[in-house]
């Protein structure tokens, strides 16, 4: 048996596997369809919770998941399922303006920003956070990776440079792409999020 739970509003996928499962006999097979983080995330839980056995298999922002009815569920109670998880956003977290060694360094870092357009709005980092030599992306025009940070700040995605590198480097005011941030911001953003360093 297939359920097909795309495009469907939590609780409804969560709902649909329960009575899917009540009404299949032990042995048969139940394949569950899914695009949604969060249901994908729920309908997991509540298979685990059941005590399930399942295989996963993703492609894009498509799951299916496909189980083996073996015993009766154990837990029927949908409602202890959240439909509002917070997924935490990336970071991207530089501390220099290129990747590797010059000469090829600074370039590289260029193509790496500039590929970042190309990605679903999803899969984009929220923030980009910018330290010690990567300030310099964010202040002058002529860097390479200057254009394609400012893309992406045109698409939604927060540029930070650090105020006390940008103060340290005389940078102050020759900044234009994103904004001047403190230890406090920056601390709290990698820390409530998923970071990556380059």
């Known amino acids: 048996m297939q359920i097909d739970c795309r495009n469907l509003d939590c609780p409804e996928p969560i709902i649909r596997t329960k009575d899917s499962i009540e009404n299949l006999n032990i042995g048969d097979d139940l394949e569950i369809l899914l695009n ?13 919770t059941n005590k399930f056995e399942f295989s996963v298999s993703s492609k894009g922002g498509d799951h299916t ?16 399922y959240n439909c509002d998880i917070k997924f935490k956003d990336k970071v991207l977290f530089l501390k220099e303006d290129k990747v590797g060694s010059d000469p090829i360094g600074i ?15 999803s899969k984009r980092p929220a923030y980009i956070v910018c330290v010690n030599e990567a300030v310099l992306m964010t202040t002058s025009r002529s860097h390479p990776s200057y254009a394609a940070l400012k893309e992406l700040e ?12 940008l103060e340290a480097m005389g940078l102050v005011d020759r900044l234009g792409v994103g904004s001047m ?3 406090f911001e920056i601390m709290n953003i990698l820390l409530e999020n998923e970071t990556v360093s380059l």
């Open 154 to 165: 045109g698409l939604g995605v927060k540029i930070l440079s650090c105020g006390s590198c």
């Open 107 to 121: 370039g590289l870092l260029a193509k790496f920003l500039g590929s970042i357009h190309s990605l679903e709005q």
């Open 36 to 48: 949604s983080e969060a249901s994908f995330t729920n309908v997991k839980k509540f298979l685990s």
């Open 181 to 183: 941030s403190n230890a």
């Open 65 to 80: 998941l496909n189980l083996k009815k073996t015993h009766e569920l154990i837990d029927q109670n949908v409602q202890n």
